[in-house]
């Protein structure tokens, strides 16, 4: 290992002290720590190649990935001058969290492979086998709630939801989707299911009043989806929980003209954040579809708590 000096040198510089940190508690890949960190390859690839000459980092060769580790014994006096160094970090929170996410990507990845893997029960065709079913069946699992479906559209989940929930508050910025969701509901009979009129970034809805916030497919609309989960915060109940279902990032740039997208998706990363900034607690995110079809939109789930 380097001098202490050598290695003060170059840990002067608050981006390598952010690599060394994260090398030291894991081994990633350089594709991994772009995520974590939000930097480009080339930023990274000289920093680690430094880091490497001073021999504070090692690598492997895995397949085609390499995974970089950091050369530094529990033992070291260096070890624990990373520790209080990195602490120092205004981005020390974020980057732990954001590793905790991207380990855990790694271990979905893992599962998927295996996944493939295994025999084809379920992908078949089955009589009477349906998502729409069984997403009736898990909702009669659900305590009667107050649910806040926002940006809800014409509403065809919250009258699902309103099968079973005490109340759902359906919130949309488009008049017509508004006039339609509420003719519809008054058609089928539901008394519990309510369409309002407002933004998601603002919703008509009294603070700690619901004990769901529901985004499907709704906040790659808001212009500050950061605001949108805020609210959300607010408008739910101590205890309370949000839900989203969004689309994954992605760069099918034609998605703002066709559909109105404002957003080209979230990485988990990037959730994770702004639910932490909003003050929710308990996240977890995780990918759970992938289309097969260009352009391959894949869409994430994420489910937090406000204390």
Do not use: C
Request: hydrophobic share 45%.
């Amino acid at each position: 290992m380097a001098s202490i000096l050598k290695s003060l040198r170059v840990l002067s510089d608050p981006t390598r002290l952010r690599l060394l940190r994260l090398l030291h508690d894991e081994e990633l890949t350089v594709a991994e720590l772009q995520e974590i960190l939000s930097m480009g390859q080339s930023r990274i690839s000289a920093s680690l190649a430094l880091l490497k000459r001073e021999k504070l980092v090692a690598d492997r060769r895995v397949g085609k990935n390499i995974f970089y580790r950091a050369e530094i014994s529990a033992e070291s006096p260096l070890a624990n001058l990373l520790t209080l160094a990195a602490d120092e970090l205004p981005e020390s929170k974020h980057d732990a969290s954001a590793l905790e996410l991207a380990l855990r990507r790694r271990k979905d990845r893992a599962a998927e492979y295996f996944n493939k893997l295994a025999g084809k029960f379920g992908r078949t065709y089955i009589p009477g086998r349906s998502w729409q079913a069984l997403a009736h069946a898990l909702l009669h699992l659900l305590p009667p709630m107050v649910i806040a479906d926002l940006g809800a559209g014409e509403g065809t989940l919250s009258q699902l939801l309103a099968k079973r929930a005490k109340k759902v508050i359906a919130v949309d910025n488009s008049e017509r989707m508004v006039e339609f969701g509420a003719n519809l509901a008054k058609e089928h009979g539901f008394r519990n299911l309510e369409y309002r009129l407002g933004d998601i970034e603002e919703p008509p809805i009294e603070k700690r009043s619901v004990d769901i916030a529901l985004f499907s497919q709704a906040l790659h609309h808001a212009v500050h989806p950061a605001k949108a989960l805020a609210a959300a915060f607010r408008l739910l109940k101590p205890g309370g929980r949000i839900v989203i279902l969004d689309l994954a990032s992605h760069s099918y740039e034609q998605a703002r003209e066709l559909y109105a997208h404002a957003w080209l998706g979230f990485s988990e990363v990037e959730l994770d954040r702004m639910l932490r900034d909003a003050g929710f607690k308990q996240i977890d995110i995780s990918t759970v579809s992938r289309e097969k079809q260009a352009p391959h939109f894949q869409t994430i789930l994420a489910v937090a708590n406000r204390p």
